[in-house]
């Protein structure tokens, strides 16, 4: 069964860093394309970031870019996104999400999030 | 401001059919053929409904269908039943490795 789990969200402090991790198992993690998707207290869904499967290529929504930072280690099957200068709405569930392998243009699999509260 | 439009609320009795509309109010959301739908219950997260306009995934009920006329999207749930109580988000990729998402709707079966 696929999975991913979520890790790393807390209580920060605006302009404060934090680095989120998500675990895969179940599927060739080193085959698909990862996503962080977050989704603010009571709002809709918003895409952050995405990292091609060997992590040559990212790219960044434009609320984030310059501030987080995609990544990924294939020989641990783990994910990462390392987020500065944390502003208040950064606040939200931080979800991670996969691609199936090829050229798809959906999310077949999301974990579970991890909370990300930004505030003094 | 989203460039995908959903109504922020629809209903139906159980039994009964509805359909989410999703209208794409920017050109750049690449011809607007990449759709996929997202189905969230409270506390939990996204499940894949359908994708590519009218694809559904393995295990999802027949009784979800997407289509797509013009620059609107459409789910349509028929045979509404009470676990079908959900937000459902609609998706498209842009083409510019950049994704975009609804409002998101929430359905009430009454």
């Known amino acids: 069964e696929e999975q991913l789990l979520e890790s790393g969200g807390g209580l920060i402090q605006p302009g404060g860093s934090l680095r989120l991790s998500c675990a895969a198992s179940?599927?060739?993690?080193?085959?698909?394309?990862m996503y962080w998707v977050r989704q603010a207290p009571g709002q809709g869904l918003e895409w952050v970031s995405t990292?091609?499967?060997?992590?040559?290529?990212?790219y960044y929504a434009d609320s984030v870019k310059g501030r987080f930072t995609i990544s990924r280690d294939n020989s641990k099957n783990t994910l990462y996104l390392q987020m500065n200068n944390l502003k208040a709405d950064d606040t939200a569930l931080y979800y991670c999400?996969?691609?199936?392998?090829?050229?798809?243009?959906?999310?077949?699999?999301w974990g579970q999030g991890t909370l990300v509260t930004v505030s003094s | 401001q989203s460039a995908l439009t959903q109504p922020a609320s629809v209903s139906g009795s159980p039994g009964q059919s509805i359909t989410i509309s999703c209208t794409a109010t920017?050109?750049?959301?690449?011809?607007?053929?990449?759709v996929s739908w997202y189905q969230q219950h409270p506390g939990k997260a996204p499940k894949l409904m359908i994708y590519?306009?009218?694809d559904r995934p393995s295990g999802v009920s027949n009784r979800f269908s997407g289509s797509k006329s013009g620059n609107t999207a459409s789910l349509t749930i028929s045979g509404l039943q009470a676990e079908d109580e959900a937000d459902y988000y609609c998706?498209?990729?842009?083409?510019?490795?950049?994704?975009?998402f609804g409002g998101g709707t929430k359905l009430t079966v009454l």
């Open positions: 990292i091609t499967n060997n992590g040559g290529d990212t």
């Open positions: 590519d306009v009218s």
């Open positions: 179940g599927f060739t993690f080193s085959n698909s394309a």
């Open positions: 920017n050109s750049d959301v690449a011809g607007y053929i990449y």
């Open positions: 998706c498209s990729y842009t083409g510019r490795h950049v994704w975009v």
């Open positions: 999400a996969k691609r199936p392998p090829g050229i798809r243009h959906y999310f077949d699999c």
